[in-house]
């Protein structure tokens, strides 16, 4: 092999997973390359970017500001000058740490690497990449570009006949729309509770801005419970596909759906929007018949964005950059042009609602003012060790005088009850699990003095209500799915301190101290800052 002279940049795909199966690589380098800098490089949307960037092992972390550029072979020599400047010398290829990995691009990619190339392998036998070991490499990745550029192009030719054949008009945005006075509006939004509450602010930003006009709504039927408190919608249809349905779970089978179709026909609407970015929802929004169609393509939570159904959506609107999932949703508003902004309340809890729930907690033999801890996820990787919760759980008895309910569905009964046997105060505690339908969170939440939960949908229907949240959540979906208007109050894990293959919860890292002063602080200012429905509700419950 070569001498090894300038600095040596260590090149990895990006992943989480491949971040974590090459650790033991990194700490092998120094070995490796005693005399020499180490350098790795690092694109704006790597998922593992603030991991790398707190990496103490690299003696610099170079930020490409071209996102894919690795991966893009016409930004390479772009790339190619700009590690030349940096004085790398070698570039070390990491591969096969990560099985399940294409590695192809970066193989064709590392042609153009200035200096020696290596390749790395995970039992750190360093390989030349003019070494007959490794040709095999360069021409498996060969063929796998031609089969992707192949596939790609037959997209293309899909999609001209698509749009052609199937949207009958030109494929084009919506222009200004502060005009258009629609009689009958579609909203379409098939994924589950917790982000159907977080597309509330455009649904009813869109009532706000066509007060006229028939608004439906179409939804999965454990969805249909909320729409009890939502104003302004005037009839929500069932609808089951099978993408955001559990195994296990029904959905709407071949009549069903063709009775729906038949119903949405008659209705005429003017407009249908799919909010989300869904093929199902883009399926059904051709089915209606509806002329203007108004979606996502690409959609931001497409890990293919050339999905052929997009082309069903002869209106398309692409959204920029991700945001909390509720400006997502105005935004596609936003693009279509039609004003959008969050403003009033999204859920509307009557009176008698609030009553039926101080008798419902009441008879639990929840006495005093109370609050609320939803620790249950369908992710279970979303999810907390029960005995932390559990001393969370006292510390809410013994700090703050609260009452504690544990909620959940049904098949939750199980996990609470595993949190309750840690509980020191089980006098104070009851596990709620299945006890509130989801119609009835709302007049909960509102009454709750705090919620403690993980990344779920309830969390979702509490922010709605301004219930103070503290929420745990893994750093992937914080951003996103936060509680609208609480960024504050989430506690974060360090998923640089986890490994898939030991078992633990990505949360197991979150401190119950982290926790508890978390609760403090939130205590201390809604004291002062409660909601009048709140507090009349809790001194009736006491």
Known sequence: MKKITGAVLYLRVNSF?????????????????????????????????????????????????????????????????????????????????????????????????????????????????????VRPLFLQSIGRIIQQNYIRAGEAITERRVRFILCRAKYQ??????????????????????????????????????????????????????????????????????????????????????????????????????????????????????TVRIGQFPSIYEFNPASVWGLLMNYPVKLEALRHASDNSLQVLRNAGIEADRQGNLLTIKDEKLAEMVTVLQEMGVKSKFAVVHASSRDRLRMWLPDRMAAVIDHLVEQHDLFVVITGATADKDDNNEICKYVRNSDCIVNAAGAFSLEQLPALMTIARLLVTVDTGPMHIAATVSTPIVALFRPIYADMHYPFNQANNVVIANESLYEADSGELPLSNISIEAVKTKIDDLMRISEDNRNPNSREANSNAK
């Not at 490089?41 to 930020?63: M, T």
């Not at 579609?186 to 006229?212: E, K, Q, T």
């Open 17 to 133: 997973d491949e971040v974590s199966a090459t650790e033991e690589q990194i700490n092998s380098l120094r070995q490796l390359f005693p005399a020499c800098p180490i350098y790795t490089l690092v694109s704006p949307i790597h998922e593992a970017r603030d991991i790398i960037l707190n990496d103490a092992r690299f003696d610099k972390v170079l930020e490409y500001p071209n996102a894919s550029s690795i991966k893009r072979n016409r930004s390479a020599f772009g790339l190619r000058t700009f590690l030349a400047q940096h004085g790398v010398g070698t570039v070390v290829i990491s591969y096969g740490s990560a099985p399940d990995k294409d590695y192809s691009k970066l193989i064709l990619a590392s042609i153009l690497f200035p200096g020696h190339r290596v390749f790395l392998f995970p039992n750190l036998r360093l390989v030349s990449y003019l070494d007959r070991e």
């Open 173 to 290: 945005l919506l222009e200004d729309n502060s005009s258009a006075s629609p009689k009958a509006i579609l909203w379409i939004r098939l994924d589950r509770i917790g982000d159907l509450v977080m597309s509330l602010p455009a649904l009813l930003a869109l009532r706000r801005r066509f007060p006229n006009a028939r608004i439906d709504v179409v939804t999965q039927s454990p969805n249909l419970p909320l729409f009890e408190n939502v104003e302004g919608i005037d009839h929500v249809y069932a609808y089951d596909d099978s993408t955001h349905r559990n195994r296990g779970e029904s959905k709407t089978g071949l009549l069903d759906y063709i009775r729906l179709v038949a119903t949405l026909r008659k209705a005429k609407f003017d407009w249908v929007i799919d909010s989300r970015g869904d093929d199902a929802a883009r399926r059904l929004a051709y089915a209606t018949g509806v």
